[in-house]
């Protein structure tokens, strides 16, 4: 087959695959084969029909197949031809075939880009601390006490910690906030919601301004606060915007803490205060190691990031870019936004995806790159324990789990690639230097 390479730009090429009249006729003959074994037609046995009859009764169906295989043939010739690093397929565009005639295959193909791989040894990062004070042990036991704290009903205005129950409803400009941008709707509205007064952190729908204002505020009190959406918010239509929330508190409820005695300690399967510390600092010691790996991870995926620069495949950076919006998507319906509200800012996040799908799809070229020189292969002890951590953080049962990754071969390569990947990283983590 004859092969010719045109330059759509850096990463992207148009392959043009001659193929042979004699190739295709051969491969016809195998399909005419293939359905004359297996039709069945009226008056002849099964694989007795003659070819002209098959031909007949299959004709669209065996110049389907054929086009397919002959693509398939051409673009595995691409691969066999090695004078491109495919990355992925864009587009093929078949010809008409006819009988006794060659015909032309043209393939849009993105390319892994050409660079240098830079040096990723004795790449110096940040010492992570993993120091663990007693302040630190006495603010996660007393976060311990919080979640086990009861909530109990009062009259009395709202304290910072007290959860309060309230319905609030945001204008713009005197217009309903819903009308002014419908698909930030969850921010306008809200009936019997409970929120902690003055939180120290917000998550969700929830507006910084109104959890600061709760305290002070007590059962039946109404009052009005203004909201104004940094530049960089979430909600694209509702940046730099100011909205007046007006509240009316139904309830408040004061939070008790558990007192450190027998029974504290009993729920919590330790025997005493002394226990309690030295489990909650084993913890933290733990989590802040944790914490520290990650963060050498990330730091050395950012330097070795700024060590090259190189054009990107454009349908990978789609790809990751549409994996990013589908993670985020999940995030927020988990969080209890409404399919719709995400739809409408779809286009919104798509873009806001970009660039980090271009950080993604970079660092696991070069990380490909690593893997290739350092030799790094993935072994079936390797698949099964990913496997088995996957199902358990989805909590299916992993044999379910495992039917039905073994029907995904899209999902399956992507699983083998992030372990190939992550074990580059982990030649990059060995070989770092901690400054």
Known sequence: ????????????????????????????????????????IAGFRPGKAPASVVRQKFGKEIK?????????????????????????LVDVKEPELAEGQPAEFRFEIDVVPAFELPEYKGIEVEKGDLAV???????????????????????????????????YEATIDGKPLAEVVPA???????????????????????VREIVDAIVGMKAGDKKEVSATFPEDFSAEGLRGKTAVYALEVAEVRERVLPELNEEFFKSLSVKDEEEL????????????????ASKKREELIG????????????SAVERESYNIFIEFANMQLRQGAKPEDIEARREELMKDTKDAAKTRVKTQIILDAIAKKEGVKVEQEDISRRISQEAYMSG????????????????????????????????????????
């Open 184 to 206: 930030a709707a969850i921010y306008g509205k809200q009936t019997g919601t409970w929120e902690e007064a003055g939180a120290e952190e917000t998550f969700g729908a929830t």
């Open 396 to 435: 299916r049962p992993i044999e379910k789990f495992v039917k039905e990754l073994t029907k995904d071969r899209v999902r399956m390569m992507e699983l083998q690639n992030n372990i190939r990947f992550n074990k580059a990283l982990d030649v990059v983590v060995a070989a770092a230097v901690e400054k």
């Open 303 to 314: 330097k070795l990031n700024e060590k090259v620069d190189f054009e990107l495949p454009e």
């Open 133 to 167: 004070s007693d302040e630190d042990v006495a603010e996660t036991v007393l976060n311990l006490r919080k979640q086990r704290a009861e909530f109990n009903k009062v009259e009395k205005a709202a304290e910072k910690g007290d959860y309060v129950k309230l319905s």
């Open 1 to 40: 087959m004859d092969i010719k390479i045109e330059d759509i730009n850096a990463t992207r090429k148009a392959v043009t695959v001659s193929v042979p009249a004699d190739v295709i006729e051969e491969q016809h003959k195998k399909l005419l084969g293939e359905y004359a074994a297996h039709a069945r």
């Open 277 to 292: 510390n030295k489990q909650v600092r084993e913890g933290l010691e733990a989590r802040k190691k944790n914490a520290a």
């Open 64 to 88: 389907k197949d054929l086009a397919q295989r002959t693509a398939q043939e051409a673009y595995a010739s691409i691969r066999e031809d090695g004078k491109l690093d495919v990355y992925a």
